[in-house]
């Protein structure tokens, strides 16, 4: 192993930055491999838009959101010809090993190479929406938390003075950990999830008993995977008859300066990637058990099924 590659896919995530800074730099002054960024992912793969990185390269980068690699989506990397250009390419730059930082989708991108050429590859865990059932956490997610629940506050503050309610619209696709973490942390009253039953009945009671306690304003944070906050507004009025704001955060969540957590998280991370292409142990999916760094087989890790913790679920229920 002498050069390997690194690229960033699907949807950015505060803590790829660092996650970058950290391999290039453990690569260089321990393994003393060649390292070369990828731009735009998998679509730079196959157009060979790789470049030479050393240690000033990374300089200034571990504060900073997104990634300086930039990312893309490319449906022409889960052809066949798209698999085929992307492996000429790593032959051509005489690449060794790749690592791929991103989602679900890149993931299976990265675990495509694997199976069909054998390429040493390893992945890690970068997404805002925390649904790899590998992995308890996933780069991104504690800064985009921390995100919400400043924007919850916010909001707190101005319904409280309006008596009004208001619905926040966060990220996750058809996982609700953004929603149920931030929402138990920022006290909000409901929190609607994907992964449990969705009762807009005994919503609407929650609403009319914080009423005739005095308490009229009520955050309501919802999970994009339920439904549009929209949609949820008109299914309440439909029963009750209130002033209702909605607020969709959007690409908010996606930016920001990552957190303490994400940049450490990203760092330990890409110790452990480096050192496993080093080691010629490829194909494999880096995250987190129980606060210790883990690799699993990256067909297992796509296979795990991500479960909703229901003490938080619970213990937020008891809270709001």
């Known amino acids: 192993m002498r050069r390997i590659a690194l ?16 391999v290039v730099r453990y690569a260089i002054n321990n393994a003393r491999l060649d390292v ?62 790749l690592i791929v930082i991103g989602g679900d989708g890149s ?4 675990g495509e190479l694997y199976a069909k050429y054998k ?38 503050d101005t319904m409280t003075s309006h008596d009004r309610a208001c619905i926040l619209e966060v990220m996750g696709r058809e996982c609700g950990d953004i929603a149920l973490y931030a929402g138990l942390a920022g006290g ?12 807009i009945d005994k919503v609407v009671a929650q609403i009319k008993r914080n009423i005739i306690k005095g308490k009229a304003s009520d955050i ?3 999970a994009e995977g339920v439904s549009g906050c929209e ?3 008109q299914q309440i009025k439909e029963k009750f008859n209130m002033t209702i704001r909605t607020v969709k955060l959007g690409y908010i969540q996606r930016g920001g300066i990552p957190s303490a957590q994400d940049r450490i998280f990203g760092a330990r991370c890409a110790v452990r990637a480096v050192d496993l292409l080093t080691e010629g142990k490829h ?16 067909d297992k890790a796509l296979k795990a099924k991500r479960e909703v913790d229901k003490e938080i679920y619970r213990i937020a229920g008891l809270l709001s």
Request: aromatic share 6%.
């Open 7 to 22: 690229l960033t896919s699907g949807g950015d995530a505060p803590g790829m930055n660092a996650t970058i800074r950290a």
């Open 36 to 97: 070369f960024g990828v731009e735009r992912g998998y679509e730079g793969l196959i157009k060979g838009s790789l470049q030479r990185m050393d240690s000033r390269s990374v300089s200034g980068i571990i504060n900073r959101g997104g990634t300086i690699l930039k990312t893309a989506r490319c449906p022409e990397f889960a052809t066949e010809k798209g698999l085929e250009t992307a492996h000429e390419v790593l032959k051509a730059f005489g690449i060794d090993g």
């Open 107 to 110: 993931l299976r991108g990265m």
């Open 119 to 156: 390429f040493p590859c390893i992945g890690i865990p970068g997404t805002i929406d925390n649904d790899l059932g590998y992995t308890d956490y996933t780069l991104g997610f504690d800064t985009t938390v921390n995100t919400v629940l400043s924007a919850i506050g916010n909001i707190r």
């Open 188 to 199: 909000a009253e409901t929190m609607l999830i994907p992964e449990m039953p969705i009762d």
């Open 220 to 222: 309501i944070v919802l």
């Open 231 to 233: 949609e949820l507004k």
């Open 283 to 298: 194909g494999r999916a880096v995250g987190l058990k129980d606060n210790k760094i883990i690799d699993v087989d990256i």
